[in-house]
């Protein structure tokens, strides 16, 4: 995008809504936290602003979403999520684990899957694919306890020096999730 970047009061008074702290903290929270449910956002509002009600941060996340402020994604068995990443219709990878949700590109150019193979006349906007799995770190974590030998006797040295390689190769799988998001 050219130009600069108009900032949240500015975004906010585009769309007709009037400026309050709450909707701008709202606005910051899912920037800083892309694909946070409701709760996840109430907690870092209420952080920076103290007391606010629950029922506040939804008709705000509710506002900004029906303004095209917020994307929110809605993946089975999960609470609603929310992002501030707009407009691009990307998709989603989602761990069945842990729930761990990332960004992906469409497959194919952009947004080709706004083009479905027969539209039937609707009108597409937006389509919300998600690929289910398990992330890098659920992955590597289950085969890390599936080596684990269940019924051996182990003498707790070998146990410990186990436990403490584990935790070695989590915290590398989860410092590469990190930098690939
Ligand atoms: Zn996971
Ligand atoms: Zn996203």
Not at 24 to 37: C, D, E, F, I, Q
Not at 61 to 80: D, F, M, W, Y
Not at 125 to 134: C, F, H, M, N, Q
Request: hydrophobic content about 35%; glycine content about 8%; overall charge positive.
């Amino acid at each position: 995008m050219l130009g600069p970047v108009p900032d949240d009061a500015a975004r906010l008074r585009t769309h007709g809504l009037q400026v309050t702290a709450q909707r701008l903290a709202v606005l910051r929270a899912v920037s800083a936290a892309p694909h946070g449910t409701a709760d996840d956002i109430t907690t870092i509002v209420r952080g920076e602003l103290g007391t606010v009600s629950r029922q506040t941060i939804y008709d705000a996340l509710t506002v900004l979403n029906e303004k095209g402020l917020v994307r929110r994604i809605q993946p089975a068995g999960s609470p609603a999520r929310f992002e501030s990443r707009i407009g691009d219709n990307h998709h989603h990878l989602i761990c069945r684990t842990c729930g761990r949700t990332v960004d992906v590109d469409c497959a194919v150019g952009s947004a080709p899957c706004l083009t479905a193979a027969d539209g039937k006349g609707y009108e597409i906007d937006e389509a919300e694919v998600a690929y289910w799995g398990r992330c890098p770190d659920c992955v590597a974590q289950s085969r890390a306890s599936s080596r684990r030998p269940t019924n051996a006797p182990t003498t707790p040295k070998r146990a410990a020096r186990g436990a403490q390689k584990s935790r070695r190769s989590r915290q590398r799988m989860s410092k590469k999730a990190v930098r690939s998001e």
